[in-house]
């Protein structure tokens, strides 16, 4: 188990998938401090919490998207962001790199492979 005091943001739309994400992070010895479903909220609760990493979904609840909503958050904090997605089209993966994250994973993720990213990409 790690014992981190990194602060991580779930930015993700389904519910399921947020809690199993939840889980596998406090689990693990992570430091969950929020999560969203839509790019709204993320922006707001970003700025309150001003996590070191944020998973963010592409599809989102409202009318943002993960990506505008990364971008938007960008212009305000350093935050690192990890994009999670089931879509892997290249449209949406120029728009991704653009970003530039430090990672991106495509879903459904495995939690030992995920863990492992995490830690060697951001810790």
Do not use: W
């Not at 609760?45 to 505008?68: C, F, Q, R, S, T």
């Not at 960008?74 to 653009?98: H, P, W, Y």
């Amino acid at each position: 188990m790690v014992e981190n005091q990194k602060k991580i943001m779930i930015v993700e739309d389904n519910m399921i998938i947020q809690l199993d994400l939840e889980v596998i992070l406090e689990t693990a010895g992570y430091n969950v401090v929020a999560t969203a479903c839509s790019g709204k909220e993320a922006i707001s609760l970003a700025n309150e919490y001003h996590p070191d990493l944020i998973l963010m979904d592409i599809g989102l609840k409202g009318d943002m998207d993960g990506i505008e909503t990364a971008e938007c958050i960008k212009k305000e904090s350093s935050s690192a962001i990890v994009f999670l997605s089931g879509n892997s089209d290249l449209r949406t993966n120029q728009r991704v790199l653009d970003i530039n994250p430090v990672s991106f994973i495509i879903k459904p993720i495995n939690e030992d492979e995920f863990l492992e990213e995490l830690e060697k990409k951001l810790f």
